[in-house]
């Protein structure tokens, strides 16, 4: 029902900053909640940011507060995660995904997942 494509990952170096962008196709609807998660080598997937299509509402883990923003462009169906300040254990596959109903932090609620793209944030 929903594809994900995440695009704008690449190299930077620290206190660089990223913007990745997460078109969504197929059926999307005002109840979804789109999340940013990543994973790193040897690492769990951990939670990034969240946001609502609806309702301007975000939560963020607490390692990117400050630093990063998610937003949303509802008529392009993509959301964003602008990276500032980057910090080389920020280096990770970042992940785009979706879900109905509530807003959530764990990778295991979400239904849809993009490919991922990759991050690397050098010294």
């Known amino acids: 029902q929903v594809q994900l494509v995440e695009s704008g990952g690449g190299l930077v170096q620290a206190g660089g900053s990223l913007r990745l962008s997460c078109a969504a196709s197929?059926?999307?609807?005002?109840?979804?909640?789109m999340g940013w998660f990543r994973q790193a080598p040897g690492k769990e997937r951990e939670f990034v940011a969240t946001?609502?299509?609806?309702?301007?509402?975000?939560y963020y883990a607490d390692s990117v507060k400050g630093r990063f923003t998610i937003s949303r462009d509802n008529a392009k169906n993509t959301v964003y995660l602008q990276m500032n300040s980057l910090k080389p254990e920020d280096t990770a596959v970042y992940y785009c995904?979706?879900?109905?109903?509530?807003?959530?932090?764990?990778?295991?609620?979400?239904?849809?997942w993009g490919q991922g793209t990759q991050v690397t944030v050098s010294s």
């Open positions: 995904a979706a879900k109905r109903g509530p807003i959530a932090t764990t990778w295991n609620e979400y239904e849809y």
């Open positions: 197929g059926r999307t609807f005002s109840n979804y909640r």
């Open positions: 946001i609502r299509w609806s309702i301007d509402t975000t």
